[in-house]
């Protein structure tokens, strides 16, 4: 249908809506069940025999089958059954993994969906943007991505970005009146907005004409379908990492079996014993373990009211070296108070905290009655006439709806008797000018009970008093002289000295009969009448959370828009003003060049009076200076700063679609101590994995190392190849994995940020690898010449012996692991799934050695019990040993 041709009266009923009520929850499931959600067809999932036939398509796993294959046609079909089972339970496991990090996505993708306002059954409400349906009353402002494609029924200085649809780069300016233009261009619609467009200014109210796949966007939703699923980069690193393990590999086999042949053993053993010890040294279960870390790292966050957007954001978290954070709402409550008051060198005192309307109002201590201050009167009304925001009673509490700055403005108002019913009766808006960040103020047309037209604007004091000509003087209006302007300054730096944000009111009486305004026209010789000073104290667990980042290393700067003052006072409270105790404002940043800025950012810790360009500028010059950033931001024009910044941070509250699309993580709850939240987690989840690979390549070295010295000394094999290929999958792989699941160590922010670009075996790790590998296969070694020796003529007790030996040494040095330090470092019973996991492991092995019926499968035979004691001591030598040597170093330095 041409919606866009319709006139008011036609659009409503060809839509079947009301305006004033929105849809009843009955008619809105009824065309749910007709139009179905408000979401664009997905491409087609694979399906679940598909997904796991996937997981025999890695090279390794060929190998094994083929292996299998090859053992089937010798005869050896034990070995073959045993192959197989282990490939499948590899496969079910690596299904189950992905299953997992599956729904991980689809629960993300709920949680950061885009947010709508909706009118249902009178009430207005912010849903999910796929619950609206056709005929929907929705409504949007400058930041809001819309969530469908809408017919506009109201427009205030509306303009949207609309370059994907349309390839027009310029935003695009926004009307109501109907539009008798034949088969037009998209960018010709001037009286409909479309659905994943970007308001970038003005607000409007719309009505909902097409969902889903009919809107516009929904006709090119192929080009909206491309893959999320990106590689991080230590995933790439590790990858890179398996190739380099599958030559190893491979090279390992060839000499394996070379060295074999030489000494005369049988060419089927010596091959399959090569074969099992590649397998060895490929951890197939590396990618999967860094899935679940970074899986489970995600789900934590989110408890945290953290969400993360993308995935390396996780990775780069734990090098976070500097955090770019606003003032208001994140480092403070975002609830605030006016206690102050301003006007023709007058000062008033207000009572009262949070948003409930109760209090008096002093001058100088002396109780004021409101009637006999006329300015004091109109200063408190005009701010609640040039104010979208609603105070509101909900469960015996006081709230507001819309921004707490012009929230703080009307509980004032009604503290001075000023009802919203009353404001009503007796003044009608006739015309709104939205703020925008580049005009700093908003402003409204507003007409009395006596047909008398009013313009009200409200905005930073220093930027509304070069708007104005003349000031209210008590009864008085004088002109706006270079004293009186002092005395205005004056007064800010006064409240702004107390930690209090300062909001400007100015007025002029308007030209009856006109219907409309330009923002030239209406903000330009006004009468600045007064200041309204507010407090956002700050958060109570914030001035620790900076505490903690300036212990691990991390720096936080604040970046504001407010008044350099009120900045550096709430800086102070939360000791980020540093040393020199200055705050820089926007327009010293605009006289800098970017060699200049570059050395300002690493001394000032207060950025006050700023744009969203200069955010971008100081996000720039942190990187320069090679720190890792993280910036927060709310608003449409945050999103350069926050793309480009290493991670962006939007606020899941007060933050506009725009920003969140931006940003890499999603604070839940708007607050800087979850900001340090996630990099604690971001840490942690690096950690687990280095310990997973210390782990997995320290059992691996072990298993090939006790092969290879036994063929160089010309010994039988103290493993069979299946002996190997169960040490690969079961001890291996559960522990492995709980090692994923670690909590924090109590130091992880007591520690240096990492570097971004440090490899993977970076901090000694390489060394503990082989280190620990090697005494791993020694030992392992040692009890299978103690059992040889004894009885040269039962292999398999002392291959058994070997196999329980290597076994027990990776599940105790799997604690070792839990630490860069000690296995001493940490409570061994503080990850419950680690013993879980030994628990199960340690079951298995006894089952695989003391049952009847796996004994031949595995070519075990029933331990001695009084071989128990050899066994552990042999296996708890690396791990203890080296655990030693760290203690006496420790206790030396």
Request: with cysteine; aromatic share 6%.
């Amino acid at each position: 249908m041409d919606f866009h041709e319709m006139d008011r009266a036609q659009l409503l009923k060809a839509v079947k809506t009301d305006p004033l009520h929105g849809l009843s929850a009955e008619e809105v499931r009824l065309r749910q069940d007709k139009h179905g959600f408000n979401v664009l067809a997905e491409a087609k999932k694979q399906s679940l025999l598909l997904s796991f036939f996937s997981q025999f398509t890695d090279l390794m796993i060929v190998v094994l089958l083929a292996a299998a294959v090859i053992s089937s046609v010798l005869g050896e079909w034990i070995d073959a059954a045993a192959i197989v089972l282990i490939v499948i339970l590899n496969a079910s496991l690596g299904f189950y993994q992905d299953r997992k990090a599956e729904k991980s996505l689809e629960a993300l993708k709920k949680l950061s969906a885009p947010q709508v306002q909706v009118l249902r059954s009178e009430k207005w409400a912010r849903l999910p943007s796929r619950e609206i349906v056709p005929g929907d009353v929705i409504r949007f402002s400058s930041g809001d991505r819309i969530g469908a494609d809408v017919r506009l029924i109201e427009a205030a200085s509306l303009e949207i970005e609309e370059s994907a649809l349309t390839g027009e780069s310029m935003p695009a300016s926004k009307r109501t009146e109907s539009l008798a233009i034949v088969d037009p261009n998209l960018a010709d619609i001037s009286n409909m907005a479309f659905m994943g467009t970007l308001v970038t200014r003005g607000s409007g109210v719309g009505i909902v004409v097409s969902t889903g796949m009919n809107t516009e966007v929904g006709q090119i939703a192929g080009l909206l379908q491309a893959s999320e699923g990106m590689d991080t980069p230590l995933q790439r690193k590790l990858g890179q990492l398996g190739k380099i393990l599958i030559i190893a590999a491979l090279l390992l086999t060839l000499l394996v079996v070379a060295i074999g042949v030489w000494r005369g053993n049988d060419f089927y053993t010596i091959f399959f014993a090569g074969l099992s010890l590649a397998v060895a040294a490929v951890p197939e279960g590396l990618p999967a373990v860094v899935t679940i870390a970074l899986s489970i790292g995600v789900q934590r966050m989110i408890k945290k009211d953290a969400v993360v957007r993308k995935l390396p954001a996780v990775e780069i978290l734990g090098s976070a070296s500097v955090i770019c954070s606003d003032k208001t709402g994140t480092m403070t409550e975002n609830e605030m108070t006016v206690t102050h008051l301003w006007s023709g060198g007058q000062e008033w005192t207000v009572e009262g905290t949070g948003y409930e309307p109760d209090g008096r109002f002093f001058e100088a201590g002396t109780l004021v009655e409101l009637q006999g201050v006329p300015a004091l009167h109109e200063l408190l009304l005009y701010g609640m006439l040039c104010n979208n925001a609603k105070v509101f009673k909900k469960d015996q509490e006081y709230a507001i709806e819309g921004d707490p700055t012009e929230g703080a403005m009307v509980v004032a108002a009604m503290k001075a008797g000023i009802s919203e019913k009353w404001l009503m009766e007796n003044f009608t808006v006739v015309q709104e000018l939205p703020f925008d960040s580049e005009r700093k103020m908003m402003s409204v047309i507003v007409k009395d009970r006596n047909g008398q037209l009013l313009a009200v604007t409200k905005g930073a004091p220093d930027l509304l008093a070069t708007h104005c000509g003349s000031i209210r003087w008590g009864e008085q209006q004088l002109p706006l002289t270079a004293e009186r302007a002092a005395e205005v300054e004056r007064a800010v730096i006064g409240m702004a000295s107390n930690a209090l944000r300062t909001m400007a009111i100015a007025y002029k009486p308007l030209p009856p009969h006109t219907l409309v305004f330009t923002e030239q026209e209406i903000e330009k010789d006004l009468v600045f009448i007064g200041l309204e000073g507010m407090i956002d104290p700050p958060r109570e667990e914030v001035k620790a959370a900076i505490q903690e980042c300036w212990n691990a290393g991390i720096r936080t700067i604040m970046i504001t828009g407010d008044h350099a003052v009120t900045a550096l006072a709430i800086a102070e409270k939360l000791h980020i003003s540093g040393e020199a105790g200055i705050a820089v404002e926007g327009k010293e940043l605009d006289e800098m060049s970017a060699e200049q800025l570059q050395e300002v950012v690493e001394k000032a810790s207060v950025f006050a009076r700023v744009t969203p360009e200069h955010k971008l500028r100081i996000v720039q010059a942190l990187q320069q200076n090679g720190r890792v950033v993280a910036m927060t931001g709310d608003g449409v024009n945050d999103a350069p700063a926050l793309k480009t910044a290493d991670i962006g941070v939007a606020m899941g509250i007060t933050g506009t679609d725009v920003a969140k699309e931006a940003a890499s993580l999603i604070l839940l709850d708007d607050n800087f101590a979850t900001i340090k939240a996630a990099i604690v987690e971001g840490r942690n989840i690096y950690d687990n994995i280095r310990k997973f690979i210390r782990y997995l390549l320290a059992s691996n070295v072990g298993e090939i190392l006790v092969m290879l010295f036994a063929m160089i000394l010309a010994l039988p094999l103290p493993l069979v190849p299946i002996q190997i290929l169960w040490v690969n999958l079961v001890t291996d792989g559960l522990p492995a994995m709980a090692l994923g699941l670690d909590r924090p160590e109590d130091d992880v922010m007591k520690k240096k940020p990492r570097d971004p670009k440090e490899g993977v075996f970076a901090r000694g790790l390489a060394w503990k690898i082989l280190s620990r590998g090697f005494l791993i296969g020694a030992s392992t070694l040692a009890a299978f010449l103690y059992a040889y020796e004894r009885n040269p003529a039962d292999l398999p007790y002392a291959q058994t012996t070997a196999f329980a030996t290597l076994v027990m040494a990776q599940l105790i040095h799997v604690f070792d692991c839990r630490s860069e330090k000690s296995i001493f470092a940490r409570n061994p019973f503080g990850n419950k799934y680690l013993i879980g996991a030994v628990l199960s492991s340690v079951v298995l092995l006894l089952a695989v050695i003391y049952l009847p019926p796996l004994q031949p499968f595995f070519r075990t035979v029933s331990l001695a019990a009084a071989d128990w004691p050899l066994i552990l001591g042999l296996a708890a030598l690396p791990t203890f040993l080296l655990a030693g040597t760290f203690f006496f170093k420790f206790k030396k330095d």
